[in-house]
Antibody
């Protein structure tokens, strides 16, 4: 069974960089798209971006200037860096897997449990 | 950007009711539409992908339909464990977007 687990600081100061890692277990990191998605408290879901196992990326234009997603296939991990954070970046951050081909259309079939990151001084 | 609009934003229903949630895209997205269920404090769970294909392990009372701009998620007979928030998501464009969510509450 594929499992995803987010890790990283739960508190980040304004103007600093938020860094999270997602560790994938129980399955291969190859041939899938790996995304970060966030959800501010009491609000809806926002897709941040994805990285393909080969390293190609696609980011939400609204965050593109501040986002970097990277992958370490040897560790079956991928990571998120979000720079110059403000309180508006306070949210639960999820990592998730997407699949395509064979009738799949980039759905998110596996999710991490989520981690709350608060931006505050 | 492709905007996804769900209706209603919330609804109250009783156990055993048939429930329908609609998702409309601001432009055609073919069948690049997925549905998720989220319970408080939990990650979303994939219910339907490619507009109408039931994800493995999801009860058959859930079904999806539609293509182009108009899509529907139907719960044929609402069960106590189905009270949750439901989101649609499009993956047609390079910017993947979600609907604002529909909260299904107990009447």
């Amino acid at each position: 069974q594929v499992q995803l687990q987010e890790s990283g600081p739960g508190l980040v100061k304004p103007s600093e960089t938020l860094s999270l890692t997602c560790t994938v277990s129980g399955g291969s990191i190859s041939s899938y798209y790996w995304s970060w998605i966030r959800q501010p408290p009491g609000k809806g879901l926002e897709w941040i971006g994805y990285i393909y196992y080969s390293g190609s990326t696609n980011y939400n234009p609204s965050l593109k200037s501040r986002v970097t997603i990277s992958v370490d296939t040897s560790k079956t991990q991928f990571s998120l860096r979000l720079s110059s954070v403000t309180p508006a970046d306070t949210a639960v951050y999820y990592c998730a897997r997407s699949r395509d081909g064979s009738g799949y259309y980039y759905d998110f079939d596996y999710w991490g449990q989520g981690t709350l990151v608060t931006v505050s001084s | 950007d492709i905007q996804m609009t769900q209706s209603p934003s919330s609804l109250s229903a009783s156990v055993g009711d048939r429930v329908t949630i609609t998702c409309r895209a601001s432009q055609s997205i073919s069948r690049y539409l997925n549905w998720y269920q989220q319970k408080p404090g939990r990650a979303p769970k994939l219910l339907i992908y490619a507009a109408s294909t039931l994800q493995s392990g999801v009860p058959s009372r859930f079904s999806g339909s539609g293509s182009g701009t108009d899509f529907t998620l139907t719960i044929s007979s609402l069960q106590p464990e189905d009270f949750a928030t439901y989101y649609c998501q499009q993956s047609y464009s390079t910017l993947w977007t979600f609907g604002q969510g529909t909260k299904v509450e107990i009447k």
